[in-house]
């Protein structure tokens, strides 16, 4: 007789009964093992290539985070999913939830959390945008937004476009979109609810230093601007840089060729509210005002390693004295060429306001066919290695422009301009 063990009266079962007994537990836990083993070796497998970026697309319902370890500085990638099914099965108005909508939101808000304005995410929509103020054409009120003090503003207008002729100035600060706050509202998102079809209106509430809130109705409009124009006075050529975009450069080169031709004795390099844009073209632009081999900006990434971009040859400016006219709307590529050319050169002033202040290099970083991720990679300084970022760059000569100026149609910062200019060529 045996127990519920297979033992017999005394305890003792047989050699046989034992040594089945011990093979079959060995053979359990072999086969735990090797299950175990197969897993990790598939789950390394799948993140091995979720990493290179070969993994397939799924449905969110069938996509599982596991990681349930409680050591300290890990991180539960499960908790995401609970909080997606929640809204899922929970929410009140779940069958009107957009599962891309939310997707996407969730990558921007992983991206807003760095306190970086400049760090974000392109969905296809805003993609398009972004290539379309390269390009040059727009469809909106046509002004470059930023953040500055959690506060959503406005930059610079863009020259011809709806916001410039709707009166908006840089600085100005956008209170509420269409009568919704701008607090808490995200860059690109107040950007997309600016933006919209032609003909359509938006109403922005705007504060401005010295002024009484005031709400200012724009209509949006499909624009193509040209990023240069050219005019002389006199002996002196005036060249007006509103954007560093797509066809910057060429245009750039042409109004230097009619500079050459005339045989102008001085130059205005007018970059007042230009928002800034590529950086190359930055680059190709100081090539022509500057000796071949100068520095134009150096890059400061996050362990302090310093890079520099210096200027490709075909100056024909550098013996020509230049004044650059800079104001708060002057930001990023324009301050990088304004602080290259009054530290690379002698015979450069600087006229106008403290520009924007805007000194951090993106990078553009595509994550499909249609969307990427905009991360800021780096600091930009000038050649001596000043800060440009939320610092800007003071000019020599400062001069304001009052919204009483600009209505009455003066513009005291070209008359010192101008006045500077001529005495740089009489020295």
Do not use: C
């Not at 009619?258 to 007018?270: A, F, H, Y």
């Not at 930055?282 to 500057?290: E, R, T």
């Not at 422009?401 to 149609?409: E, H, I, M, P, R």
Request: no cysteine; proline share 4%; charged share 25%.
């Amino acid at each position: 007789m045996t127990d519920e063990n297979g033992n017999g009266p005394n305890g003792a079962g047989s050699l046989e009964q034992r040594n089945r007994r011990m093979v079959g537990k060995v053979l359990r836990v072999f086969f735990l093992v090797a299950a175990l083993y197969v897993a990790y070796r598939i789950g390394l497998g799948v993140g091995m290539s979720a990493s290179d970026g070969n993994s397939p697309t799924v449905p969110p319902s069938q996509t599982v985070f596991s990681n349930t370890e409680s050591r300290e500085k890990t991180i539960d990638f499960s908790l995401y999913w609970k909080v997606w099914n929640i809204l899922k099965e929970k929410y009140v108005d779940r069958n009107g939830l957009d599962a891309r909508k939310l997707f996407y939101g969730s990558i921007k808000g992983m991206l807003a959390a760095t306190g970086d304005p400049y760090t974000t995410f392109f969905d296809p929509e805003e993609q398009k945008a972004f290539d379309e103020d390269l390009s040059g054409q727009y469809e909106g009120i046509g002004a470059e937004m930023g953040v500055r003090d959690d506060i959503v503003t406005i930059v610079a207008p863009l020259d011809g476009a709806p916001a410039a002729k709707a009166g908006l100035r840089p600085n100005d600060k956008v209170l509420k979109i269409d009568g919704e706050k701008t607090s808490g509202m995200g860059l690109e998102d107040a950007v997309s609810r600016i933006r919209g079809p032609k003909g359509t209106d938006v109403t922005l509430t705007v504060y401005r230093e010295g002024t009484e809130t005031f709400d200012v109705t724009v209509t949006r409009d499909v624009f193509n601007v040209k990023s240069v124009k050219t005019e002389f006075r006199d002996d002196i050529a005036v060249i007006r840089v509103s954007r560093f975009g797509d066809s910057t450069e060429q245009e750039f080169r042409d109004a230097v060729s009619q500079v050459s031709v005339k045989g102008s004795k001085g130059l205005i390099l007018d970059l007042r509210s230009n928002p800034g844009g590529l950086l190359e073209t930055a680059v190709s632009m100081g090539s022509l005002m500057l000796p071949s081999g100068e520095v134009v900006v150096l890059e400061e990434n996050g362990d302090g390693k310093r890079t520099s971009e210096k200027t490709l040859g075909g100056d024909v400016l550098s013996n020509v004295p230049t004044v650059v006219l800079i104001d708060e709307g002057s930001a990023s590529a324009s301050e990088i060429l304004a602080g290259a050319l009054r530290e690379d050169r002698k015979n450069v002033v600087l006229v106008g306001k403290k520009s924007y202040g805007k000194g951090s290099v993106q990078e553009l970083v595509p994550v499909g066919t249609d969307m990427s991720v905009k991360v800021t990679v780096a600091h930009w300084l000038t050649p001596n290695g000043n800060q440009i970022n939320e610092k800007g760059i003071t000019p020599d000569v400062e001069v304001d422009l009052s919204f009483d100026d600009v209505k009455a149609g003066r513009d005291p910062q070209m008359d010192k301009a101008i006045e500077a200019v001529h005495g740089i060529v009489d020295r």
